[in-house]
Structures are given as C-alpha cells and as structure tokens.
C-alpha cells in the first residue's frame, strides 16, 4: 500500500518551451493525488529560429527545474550539468527522458538513473541508422538500460524494432497539442490578417509553416503554386536556408505572398487562424524521412484544412483528417490546392474533420493519460532494466 504519490522525473532539451511543457503539465493534472512531476530543462538553449531561456507559465501544475547544460549548439554533443544528477538520484519511482538514445545527454541520463529506478526513453528515430563511435555505444547502452521506451509513430517502431530493442515493453507516442492554445479564433484571424496588411475578404490564404529547408518540400510548393491559375495568397512562417530562394520567389508575386521569421511558438496560433489551407509537402531524402509533422496536428486543431504529402509518418498523423497526396506528385498537388481554393464548403468539411481528429487523438490530455498507462504498467510490471 502506498503511502505518498509516485514520483515522476522528466527530462528533455525541448521543455525550455514552456507550451512542449504541456505534456508534463498534464500528466500532472491527470495523475493528481497519484503522481508528482518534477520537469528538468536547460537553464538555456539555442533553438531553431532563436536562443532560448528557459520559459514559464502560470499555473504550472509539475514543479520546473532549469538546469546548466553545456555544448548546446550541437544536440547530439550536448550535455547536463551535475544538478541533473542529484535529481536522477532522488527518491523518483521512474525517469522519463525526452532525449534521443543515441545522444550524449540521452547516454548521460541513462548513466545518472539509479538501477531501482525504470527509465523510459522517447524517440523519433524512424530511420535505422548506422551511428559512427560514440554514438552507437550509447543508443546501445541506453536500450540495454531502460525499461521501456516510446516511439513518436509506427514507423520509429518499426525502425527500433529492425535495430534489435523490441525486446523491452514499448508503445507508440504521439507529440500532442495544446487545445487549449491551438484552437479555431476569429478575433485572432482578423487581427492577424489587419498585421499582415491583408483584407480579410481576400483570396484563400495558403500556409507553410516550418523549416525553410528542401526536406520540407519548398521546392514542390512554390512549383504547385506556380500553376494555379485561381486568385490566392500565400503564407510562409519559418526560417531556414532557404529563404533566400524563398524570397526571390515570392517577390514575382508581390503582396501576395508573405514571409514571416522569427515567430516563437506561442505566436504560431495566430499565424495559423490567419490561413484558410495549410500544406505539408515534406520529401523523403536520403537520410531523413518526416518524423511526425507537429504544424499538421497543430493546424488540425486551429481548425485549418490540410494537404498532406506522404512522407514518413505523415500519413498516419493524418489518418482520414487530411488530403493525403504522394509526395513527388506535383500534379495531385496542384489539383488538391486548386480544389480547396475553389471550394470553402469542402475545406470546411476538411476543417470540421481534423479538429476532431485532433481532439480525439493528440490533445495532450490524451496523450499525457496514455504516457501515465504505460508508466504504471512499467512499474507494476517490474520490467527487467537490463
């Protein structure tokens, strides 16, 4: 019989942003009176489109600690500094890390986890690579050490399974979405629209958000838009090596087109409200394939209709809630775009259709409750952690 909650440390890079706190804000919320959270991020950390310190919220139900973390311009050689191990070696009932296992600092926290305690990894590895030393050593170590870990999706299982690690317990696990943030808002869309020097009343807005780079399928987009001979604007929220191309691009088409860098992620909500149709055109290259398609769910629960190309995990995020269209078929993408614009009605079924779907599968509270399930079976189950 228990006699205090159980104690949950949860460890990860991201978790600077105070919205990607969300998952232990409602694991939390969902397992009061029965668990406790304590959240460990870097004091600091340089993101992908600004430096970062670690940010907070009001309200926060699990109990943050920023800690030094050193080498953070490079996340595989990133590290954390000691006041992680003092925390690894407090009395926690199970250590979840939101690293990836092949990382220094993935190999750091399953070095520091006290051998009593199980340890979950969480991954987003749906390529079965070949690391160099010594970063095979580690994913090795990490695999061999933990309780169990999680996928972001079918594929990253599929993947870790091919490498040997589906001996210990594991699941799928999605990133989530913040509803509560995400959600449909006129007021936010025609204020948005009034900052971009837009009419409200104009031709359909198409967006991107995300990378600037050629994986995520720029290069199609710009080429499908290219050919549409309907009236349309375009939205760009990013940064990224491509931006120069980028502009050159949209500068033949005048004020209809906009791009727009540096946004944080808690501004992301409004940018999205402020687009009628989103596209997520990403391209399997040699090393990389899409991982999940976070802006998708996103975008999902802002009630924004989208296309989808089929790279990756893609068509599984979106299951039956978006327009899927193979990712080379640039004449499925014209014809997809061009039928939304020309439609409102069907992108409002489109709309009505991912909302729902984000709402059943990636609100957080979902997933933070599905995180909880697979805790408490690892423990009840005293997984073996070697």
């Known amino acids: 019989m228990r006699t205090r ?19 232990a804000h409602e694991v939390a919320r969902a397992g009061a009176m029965e668990w406790e959270v304590t959240v460990v991020a870097p004091a600091h950390f340089p993101g992908d489109l600004r430096p970062i310190a670690c940010e907070r919220f009001d309200g926060e139900l699990s109990r943050l600690e920023a800690v030094p973390a050193y080498l953070t311009s490079q996340v595989h050689l990133f590290v954390y500094g000691r006041r992680l191990r003092e925390l690894a070696r407090a009395d926690c009932d199970l250590i979840h890390c939101w690293e990836e296992p092949y990382i220094l600092a993935g190999g750091q926290v399953a070095w520091w986890t006290p051998r009593r305690v199980p340890l979950v990894f969480w991954t987003m590895q749906n390529l079965s690579k070949r690391y ?18 999680m996928g972001s999706g079918r594929l990253v299982v599929d993947a870790m399974q091919a ?34 020097g837009w009419t409200a009343d104009g031709a359909p807005v198409i967006g991107f958000v995300g990378r600037f780079i050629e994986g995520k399928g720029l290069g199609l987009m710009m080429r499908a838009l290219d050919r549409i001979d309907l009236p349309w604007r375009a939205l760009f929220v990013g940064g990224g090596p491509l931006e120069p191309a ?24 409004a940018y999205l409200n402020a687009i009628d149709l989103m596209c ?26 989208v296309v989808s190309s089929d790279s990756g995990e893609l068509p599984y995020v979106v299951g039956d809630a978006a327009m899927v269209v193979g990712e080379h078929d640039e004449d499925g993408w ?46 009840e189950r005293g997984a073996p952690r070697e």
């Open 334 to 379: 014209v014809a997809a775009i061009r039928g939304l614009i020309d439609d409102a009605a069907l992108r409002r079924e489109w709309a009505g259709r991912g909302r729902e779907h984000a709402l059943a599968n990636y609100a957080w509270p979902v997933v933070a409750r599905r995180h909880l399930d697979f805790f408490t079976e690892l423990i």
């Open 163 to 196: 490498r040997g690690h589906g001996g210990k317990p594991h699941c799928v696990m999605p990133i989530g979405v913040d509803a509560e943030q995400f959600r449909p808002d006129s007021a936010a869309r025609a204020a948005m629209r009034v900052r971009l």
């Open 280 to 305: 997520a055109p990403s391209q399997t290259t040699a090393h990389w394939r899409e991982q999940f398609g976070r802006i998708v769910v996103e975008a999902f629960a802002c009630g924004v209709p």
């Open 246 to 269: 980028l502009r050159t691009w949209a500068a033949r088409y005048g004020e209809r087109v906009r791009i727009v860098t540096g946004v944080t992620h808690d501004e992301v909500p």
């Open 5 to 23: 909650p159980l104690r949950l440390l949860s460890i990860g890079h991201s978790y600077c942003v105070a919205l990607n706190r969300r998952l």
């Open 132 to 149: 160099p030393p010594p970063f095979a050593q580690i994913e090795y170590y990490t695999f061999r050490r933990c309780a169990g870990w």
